[in-house]
């Protein structure tokens, strides 16, 4: 089954305390991306990345670090959590250099994440 | 710069009632367009799209959406509500030469009364 996954689901931790939120796309998607949804703010992009070793800053990328070692895996890190990143998280990718349905993006379930 | 405007924050129907779901979009460019919906306690789920052609857009679950170069619009439409439409939806825009970049509204969340 195609899909987008994300890890873990759900989390709570300290400010200061470094975390990792994984993200992994089974459809040989070049392009990936991290958005985060805050209330009556829609969804905004933190990073995103148009192949491998290729990353770039989103809308609101301040606070956040990306890799994209390999195709399916594109993790959201944040090296000193603050309250102000208490948010929903959704990774997504898409197929855009294929050219048949390049702005489908296939979303993740989310990763709720409280900083206290 | 790109940007959604949905007008609404939160919209109440009765079950049985016409859905009406606004959103204006601004583009120098001819955009492509989306309205993505999220249950709750779940991730966003494409509902329609726009991207050449037909203006008229037929979506999942009986949702349509309409684009109106000339008023900047992309208003997501259901002739009859059901209860199962509760949900919060998000219009949201892309152009050719950004990727798969989404541009989203704030949201816009339905309600639908018995």
């Known amino acids: 089954e195609a899909q987008v996954t994300q890890n873990p689901r759900y989390l709570i931790t300290v400010t200061g305390k470094k975390l990792t939120v994984t993200c992994s796309q089974n459809?040989?998607?070049?392009?990936m991306s991290w958005y985060r949804q805050d209330p009556g703010l829609g969804l905004r992009q933190i990073y995103y990345?148009?192949?491998?070793?290729?990353?770039d800053k989103g809308d609101v990328p301040e606070g956040y670090k990306v890799s994209r070692k390999e195709k399916r895996n594109f993790p959201l890190i944040l090296e000193s959590p603050s309250p102000n990143q208490t948010s929903l998280y959704f990774c997504?990718?898409?197929?855009?250099?294929?050219?048949?349905?390049?702005?489908?993006?296939?979303f993740g379930p989310g990763t709720r994440l409280t900083v206290t | 710069a790109q940007s959604v405007t949905q007008l609404g924050s939160h919209v109440s129907v009765s079950e049985g009632a016409l859905v009406l779901l606004r959103c204006n979009y601004s583009?120098?460019?001819?955009?492509?367009l989306f309205w993505y919906v999220q249950y709750p306690n779940q991730g966003l789920q494409l509902l329609l799209k726009?991207?050449?052609?037909?203006?008229l857009v037929k979506g999942i679950n009986g949702f349509e959406a309409e684009f109106k170069k000339s008023e900047t619009s992309f208003h997501l439409t259901k002739p009859s509500a059901h209860m199962s439409d509760a949900a919060e939806y998000f219009c949201?825009?892309?152009?050719?030469?950004?990727?798969?970049?989404?541009?989203f509204g704030q949201g816009t969340e339905l309600s639908v009364k018995p």
């Open positions: 583009s120098s460019v001819p955009p492509y």
């Open positions: 726009y991207t050449t052609g037909a203006t």
């Open positions: 949201a825009v892309s152009r050719y030469n950004q990727g798969g970049k989404l541009i």
């Open positions: 997504a990718s898409s197929d855009w250099t294929s050219g048949r349905d390049p702005y489908e993006q296939y």
């Open positions: 459809m040989n998607h070049e392009y």
């Open positions: 990345s148009m192949n491998v070793e290729v990353t």
